[in-house]
């Protein structure tokens, strides 16, 4: 089945013993990581138990296949439920789980994450269409989401968001849900024994100089073609320790957004209406430097671009070269590509 964040929500309040297995995935690392740690925790209130939490690599799965159903049939020595995690999951596990749920052993509970995975991958259908299973997806924060989160983390903490604060924090969160945490949380804490209106400048002394603004800084000079600006993006993501398939993601989300805004207009959409058309919708000021993007991008060079920046993601993951050495070439690659033509 498929589950909503709702759904999501009343299992880590009751994990449900009918359901035995749960593929957590999408483009939002952070998300995935949080909604997956939620999930472990109403398993196993220690997810780092060795008694009870096995943690199984998803190459290795591949070579020992029977391993998944031996260590959900395992008791733990300790009492309580099983619980069993599996990460980067891909669809050539698709046969291996669908096995598996057809018919699973003992009681424990498989956790699987994954990157994000179309419509029609076979993983996320072994779970959607298994009566013992469930799949939900982590995509990137919309403003809605991003609001409940601001009233969520902010609100709670009985802090009063001003319209003009909320505007700058939608403008500045939502690339990932970690991230986006840890900036509010920053803001809390900036609060804290303060007035409770957050104001705009509060927000943009919390969150504008952020590890958000590092990340975006990288992705909007490659895509700029300004080799300057992007070697000091890149000199700042390395010295505050920013995950460089981070930033390949992140720019990548740039670039899918700028190659929906191309495409429409080359079917002859007003840049206005494919504005609109993106989700979450783009501010004045990303309006703003898509236009000018516009002019030395077109179709075909940002889905190259695509091609080249999830190469670089499986060369950081599979190739055991440097993720640094390969992210920074890539995006200078894009830089070239950015003045070509």
Known sequence: MKFTPAQLKRFTDRPDAVLRALLVFGADEGLVRERALAVAKAIAEDPKDPFRVAELDAAGLLADPARLADEAAAISMMGGRRLVKVSRAGDRHAALFREFLAAPPGDGFVLVTADELARSSSLRKA??????????????????????????????????????????????????RMISRQELDKLVLYKMG?????????????????????????????????????????????????????????TARRIQRLHLVASLAERGVQLEAAFKSLKPPAFQSEGNEMRLLLRRWNTRKLTTALTLLLEAEMACKTTGMPAEAITARTMMRLVAAARSG
Do not use: W
Not at 202 to 231: H, N, Q
């Open 127 to 176: 779970f959607e269409d298994s009566p013992n299973a469930a799949a939900i997806e982590c995509g990137y924060d919309s403003a809605e989401t991003i609001d409940g989160l601001i009233d969520q983390m902010l609100a709670g903490q009985g802090l009063i968001v001003s319209e003009e604060a909320r505007q700058h924090l939608r403008a500045n969160l939502g690339g990932d």
């Open 194 to 250: 303060d007035d409770p209106t957050v104001t705009v400048e509060d927000a943009r002394a919390c969150v504008g100089d952020s590890s958000a603004e590092a990340f975006d800084a990288v992705g909007r000079a490659a895509a700029g073609g300004d080799m300057k600006a992007l070697i000091a993006a890149l000199a700042r993501a390395e010295e505050t320790g920013e995950s460089p398939i981070g930033l390949l993601r992140l």
